[in-house]
């Protein structure tokens, strides 16, 4: 409310995209200073540069990587307060001028803030973000608290929600939990005093979002409390987490991780579409029905292959062992995500039942 009413009271124009399907030539008819969009948004611009690289000759694919590697570089040094050498901002310059300007250009050319709210974003995508010039201002708040962080816009850090705002004070409780107390936090829930005091103890909010704190400050959030996974052997296992590890694979579109109180972690994924027909081999499945497309050999070698990268980034615990590919995305109309794009990991495992019958059939495997 706060985004849409200041400028409104500046003078300053706002525009809503219709859908994720017009926004592409909607910003380049409005070429926007200041774009604030939910992690999906962000998720889907980055897969579609990647499936427009890979139609590329294999020399313009080695220097869209060779850019982004020195440009993820240069902002990692730049968060970490660290010295960018010499040789490096020269070859940041001719990765300014050959990749990223152009992709920058695709946006409307005129962004000065790019901003991520909703849920969080995932650190390699805020990187990629970072390296090509346009670094994503992630903040936090609830409706309970307002606003409480921000990512200080000359310093933001890849994956954070940012600092504490002046008046804001921040704690995490023995499991976690980010606790918050300001001058903006609620009162109570109307006529409700029980789920008032479940949230509001001794002038502490509990946000129910799991979260770290670094040495400068900055926050991440990990993982939301109610949605912990424990395994039947009392491992426990964020997924949030490890859903976001997902957002740097092309192929993927939505994951949502399953295995609490059961011996091992599974999922359920659903695909890009539009990159699955990039893949090699996938000539024959072009314009079939995104259920056909779902199923093509090429795509379950490639999610298998995502899947196989992620877990190396896994404790054992953590991996996961088996996997289904949905033959449709998550949408608004089936109850699966909210409007603001979030998942309702709920809806989708009752939705799918049967499929995560199939997964934990027999419980063969343990941990």
Wanted: net charge positive; aromatic share 6%; glycine share 10%.
């Amino acid at each position: 409310m706060v985004i849409e009413l200041l400028p409104i009271e500046m003078g300053v124009p706002v525009w809503f995209s219709e859908s994720l399907a017009k926004l592409p030539s909607e910003m380049k008819t409005i070429r926007p200073t200041f774009l604030l969009a939910p992690p999906r948004v962000w998720e889907r611009i980055f897969a579609s540069i990647n499936a427009e690289v890979k139609k590329k000759s294999g020399l313009a694919r080695k220097v869209f990587l060779g850019a982004v590697g020195i440009g993820s570089e240069v902002a990692r040094l730049n968060e970490e307060g660290k010295p960018v050498p010499k040789w490096m901002q020269n070859m940041l310059k001719l990765a300014e001028r050959l990749v990223f300007s152009k992709i920058r250009a695709r946006l409307g050319g005129r962004l000065r803030i790019a901003a991520s709210g909703a849920a969080p974003l995932g650190k390699e995508l805020g990187r990629f973000y970072a390296a090509i010039g346009m670094p994503l201002i992630e903040g936090y708040g609830l409706t309970e608290g307002g606003v409480l962080t921000l990512n200080p816009l000359d310093r933001p850090k890849s994956g954070s929600i940012g600092v504490a705002l002046p008046g804001v004070e921040l704690r995490l409780a023995e499991d976690g939990e980010l606790l918050a107390k300001s001058a903006t936090l609620f009162a109570g829930y109307y006529k409700d005093p029980a789920s008032t005091a479940a949230v509001l103890r001794d002038g502490w909010l509990c946000t129910g979002d799991i979260a770290e704190v670094d040495s400068g400050g900055y926050v991440y959030i990990t993982g939301r409390k109610k949605e912990l996974i424990v395994s039947s052997n009392g491992k426990k296992i964020y997924p949030a987490r490890i859903e976001g590890l997902f957002k740097a694979e092309p192929i993927v579109n939505q994951v949502v991780l399953i295995g609490d109180r059961l011996p091992f972690v599974t999922a359920l994924m659903t695909i890009n579409v539009a990159n699955a027909e990039t893949l090699k081999g996938m000539e024959p499945f072009k314009g079939r029905e995104p259920g056909e497309v779902a199923v093509a050999p090429p795509v379950v070698t490639e999610i298998q292959k995502a899947v196989a990268r992620v877990n190396k980034q896994l404790a054992p615990f953590e991996q996961i062992r088996k996997f289904r590919i949905l033959e449709r995305d998550f949408s608004i109309e089936t109850g699966e995500l909210t409007p603001t794009m979030k998942v309702r990991r709920n809806r989708v495992l009752e939705n799918n039942r049967e499929l995560v019958s199939e997964l934990y059939m027999g419980k063969e495997e343990s941990q």
